[in-house]
């Protein structure tokens, strides 16, 4: 369980004139399952376009089984925020999308669907599925080449909190069944501790490696597991830079409280 | 809703038409309005039955049909064609959709002594005429439709490595297909009136052929009968595209006209 799946090495990457990653490195062996955390403009969703070959254009290299990222490859699925299944498509055509036309009718459709709960809604459409069921179709979709690396963007925050739980479990169960090894970004620190293996947190402006946390407990986890909670609370301490206070303005302005001005009453006006 | 409601509710639809004939020809039987002048229906159906007998009826009816379908797959091909460019290209778009945008301002019917013109007055003119008014319906619809097309779902498009010809097949198209028909359905009908246009000028056969004949002999009844008939064609045309419609858009997410 030890060999390297995915090797990240990103010394830049920046939009125009704005640095959104600096050097930063990481490992992931086979079968593990990792978390990136991080604030909005990290730079952890554009670490996942980049190891999806959805972006190209950075200095570094990162190496899935010891070959660049490119788009279309078969070792790689992504799973957006949204399902985004293709509304013209039957379920079945939209997890088969990858055979081509008619894709539906692969003998693995069936399994997936049967695997995601899906069976019965193997010739509806889209719209006819909740937002959950959608999802859970989605990642049927992106277990279809039956990719060794799953990348997922945020996949469950667009559903509420009970289906979330659902979606979690059923995707350690269908993963851990594949084999398969995730990277997943999310802005849930709850959803991170209780899925990983490792969560990755991040530093915004520009997007480092603030520090990893390992969460070491066997699976089925128990989400009340106090060990959950010391990792969540170790996470926390990290995106707060190590600070146990996080209220998020300048240390200058923080040092000087706005004085009371008081109030005029004569300025102001009243609806009577 | 049950069979039997759908059923009521075409009847409904029938009551007004129905109601109308009967006026008519109540109108005309009791001497109002002269039988020269508007035909009551039972003469009308005289004239359709001994139009259809000899044949001629057909004749008109086939060499329409021919030409409407001819024009009009000319045209709608034509702007598939240059649409899908300029739908996907930005640059092509700058450069051709200025143009296209200023001959759709052209009156139609302004095209024709130019047309007579250059081709003469056989088939080419009438079947360009009909091209033309088919073609700008379908051009409109298809680029606004592939503009409209969800970012998002062409970027499942490239995880999946869908590029060029692919792409336009297996995102694009099915996409557009919602606006593509309401281009193609209103391409249809604007071919239909671009035939009578182009008949009522320079023919001698078809269904507009039929309607500068009843003017010139001073036949109401063949007149009237000619109007029906072309109803009935634009109609049953259009009915076939929306039967299509309904059979490939099932998937469209869109409100159905009952309130949840």
Redo the contacts between chains.
């Keep these: 369980m030890s060999t390297t799946l995915v090797q990240i090495q990103v010394e830049e990457k920046r939009f125009r004139a704005h640095q959104v990653i600096d050097r930063l490195a990481l490992d992931i062996r086979a079968g593990e399952i990792v978390s990136l955390v991080g604030p909005s403009g990290c730079g952890k969703s554009t670490l996942l376009r980049i190891v999806?070959g959805?972006e190209t254009d950075y200095a570094g290299r990162v190496l899935i089984k010891g070959a660049e990222p490119q788009?279309?490859s078969p070792d790689v699925g992504?799973i957006?925020q949204?399902p985004?299944l293709?509304?013209?498509?039957s379920v079945a055509d939209n997890v088969g999308?990858?055979a081509g036309?008619g894709g539906g009718k692969h003998p693995r459709v069936g399994e997936l669907l049967a695997e995601v709960g899906l069976a019965a809604f193997t010739d509806a459409?889209?719209?006819q599925l909740s937002g959950g069921m959608a999802q859970r179709a989605a990642i049927a979709r992106g277990l279809f080449t039956q990719p060794a690396l799953l990348l997922l963007d945020e996949p469950f925050s667009a559903v509420d909190a009970f289906t979330r739980m659902r979606l979690q479990d059923l995707l350690l169960s269908i993963t851990a069944h594949h084999g398969t090894t995730l990277l997943l970004v999310t802005h849930d620190v709850d959803e991170a501790v209780y899925l990983s293996d490792r969560v990755v947190v991040m530093n915004s402006g520009p997007g480092r490696i603030a520090g990893d946390v390992v969460v070491p407990l066997p699976r089925p986890r128990d989400r009340r597991d106090p060990a959950l909670g010391r990792a969540r609370s170790e996470v926390l301490t990290l995106l707060n830079g190590a600070q146990q206070d996080y209220h998020d303005i300048a240390p200058d302005i923080a040092a000087a409280p706005p004085a009371a001005a008081p109030i005029d009453w004569s300025k102001l006006s009243f609806a009577v | 809703m049950s069979t039997l409601s759908i059923a009521a509710g075409q009847a409904r639809g029938w009551v007004l038409p129905l109601a109308l004939l009967a006026l008519w020809e109540v109108v005309v039987q009791a001497g109002w309005v002269g039988a020269n002048m508007l035909p009551p229906p039972s003469e009308l159906v005289h004239t359709l039955h001994d139009l259809a007998t000899d044949g001629a009826l057909l004749g008109h009816i086939g060499i329409s049909t021919l030409r409407v379908l001819a024009g009009f797959a000319i045209g709608a091909s034509l702007a598939l064609l240059v649409g899908a460019v300029v739908g996907l290209s930005r640059q092509v778009e700058a450069y051709l959709d200025p143009t296209f945008q200023a001959l759709r301002a052209i009156p139609s019917l302004a095209w024709v002594p130019l047309l007579l013109l250059w081709l003469g007055i056989d088939e080419a003119p009438k079947i360009t005429l009909i091209a033309i008014g088919a073609f700008f319906p379908v051009y409109l619809n298809f680029v606004a439709g592939i503009q409209n097309v969800d970012r998002k779902l062409v970027e499942v498009g490239g995880i999946f490595g869908l590029k060029g010809r692919e792409l336009v097949a297996r995102i694009f198209l099915p996409a557009t297909l919602p606006n593509l028909f309401t281009g193609l359905r209103s391409g249809l009908s604007l071919a239909w009136m671009f035939l009578v246009a182009a008949e009522l000028i320079a023919a001698t056969r078809g269904l507009g052929y039929l309607l500068t004949d009843g003017r010139e002999t001073a036949r109401a009844d063949l007149v009237i009968v000619a109007i029906i008939v072309l109803a009935l064609l634009g109609k049953l045309s259009d009915s076939l595209l929306q039967h299509a419609e309904k059979r490939l858009l099932g998937w469209r997410d869109v409100f159905d006209g009952r309130a949840a």
């Design positions: 999806a959805l788009l279309h992504f957006f949204e985004r293709l509304p013209w498509l999308f990858e036309r459409w889209p719209k």
